[in-house]
């Protein structure tokens, strides 16, 4: 694939050309498709000026923050520290229902970690970082920031995705964002080449938000995060043990803040709602609800009713984007 060769060819140059040889590099990695090959670019590219860092902001999905730790360890010899922040996001988010005012508040935790994960690096190595790596797509930027020239102002934004449109002024690093051309496809070409392990290249996508934005209101609320986490989990398993993981652009499980009546064993219940989601697309630009069989969703709603105390209900989401978007908020 020499388009892609040449497109590596000259990232890691550019990189070479932007921080200097005395320069030190931040990355926020989420497991993700994305920021993983941009790490391991800027790594191929600097080596270990590259200090990366995970953080677990209690948004993340079932033993996501172990399994994650696990894998940048053993297939990417990637240096990351784990940053527990789960208090830190969780207290900010409390009381909070805007989806906007969400990302903005989520946005700013995670620009505030940074910039203490930068003081420790600079007390370990006696200089500042002086860039952030971000794993941005071309999609993201052209949902988030409307281009010049186009006649929209920013209410056109469709959502302020915090990897581009949340990010404050005021901010020390500089932004470094060699995929930000590119689309979901040619970074996982260009993973591939860069010998990135399939667990990571396949994934599907995750926002920056995590749940944050698949518990509608306030995410603090009961335990709708763990209550999430586990109808998730069964959800995704099962895509995947009926081999259509990869036949899906993003399957994910979003908590209603409603509850509806049910009747479990001989009692009246009245609980909570979850929705499945499962999208099929190109770019996430345009997305197709996607076609499960009876069967395959009869056992998903089941397994959930009988294994996730909590929930009495589970309803499939049908619509496309346009007119929905895939994520709830
Ligand atoms: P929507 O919901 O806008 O999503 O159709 C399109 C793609 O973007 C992801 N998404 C986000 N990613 N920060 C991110 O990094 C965000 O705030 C965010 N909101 C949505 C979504 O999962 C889908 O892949």
């Given amino acids: ?28 990695l989420s497991g993700g498709v994305d920021s993983t090959v941009a790490a391991t670019l800027v790594h191929k590219a600097i080596g270990d000026r590259l200090h990366c860092v995970f953080v677990d902001n209690g948004l993340l999905r079932y033993k996501e923050r172990e399994r994650v730790m696990e894998t940048f360890e053993r297939d990417l010899h990637l240096p990351v520290t784990c940053v527990d922040a789960v208090d830190q996001f969780l207290s900010k988010l409390k009381g909070v229902t805007d989806p906007e005012v969400k990302r903005k508040i989520i946005g700013k935790e995670f620009i505030s970690i940074f910039d203490s994960f930068g003081h420790d690096l600079e007390l370990k190595i006696g200089k500042k970082p002086s860039y952030l790596v971000q794993g941005t797509l071309y999609p ?7 281009p010049p020239g186009s006649g929209k102002t920013h209410s056109h934004t469709i959502k302020s995705h915090h990897n581009v449109g949340g990010l404050p002024k ?7 964002e060699p995929l930000k051309l590119l689309f979901k496809d040619e970074v996982r070409q260009l993973g591939k080449i860069l010998n990135v392990p399939n667990a990571f290249l396949k994934r599907h ?9 698949r518990v509608l209101g306030d995410v603090t609320e009961g335990n709708a995060l763990e209550v999430l986490r586990q109808v998730d989990e069964i959800f995704i398993q099962s895509i995947k043990d009926a081999g259509l993981y990869d036949s899906i652009w993003q399957a994910f499980a979003v908590f209603l803040p409603i509850k509806s009546v049910g009747v479990q064993g001989d009692q009246r219940t009245h609980s909570h709602v979850v929705a499945l989601r499962a999208v099929t697309s190109q770019d996430g630009m345009t997305a197709d609800w996607f076609n499960f069989e009876h069967q395959f969703l009869d056992n998903v709603s089941r397994k959930i009713c009988n294994s996730v105390r909590g929930v009495n209900r589970v309803v499939q989401d049908i619509t496309s984007k346009p007119p929905s978007t895939i994520e709830w908020e």
């Avoid at 550019?14 to 320069?23: C, F, L, Q, S, Y």
């Avoid at 005021?170 to 470094?176: G, V």
């Fill in 140 to 146: 993201d930027v052209i949902e988030s920031c409307p």
């Fill in 1 to 28: 694939n020499w388009k892609m060769e040449n497109l590596l060819d000259e990232e890691i140059n550019i990189i070479k050309e932007t921080v200097g040889p005395d320069d030190h590099v931040i990355c926020a």
């Fill in 170 to 176: 005021d901010m020390k690093l500089k932004l470094i």
């Fill in 205 to 213: 996508p995750f926002p920056g938000p995590g749940l944050a934005v």
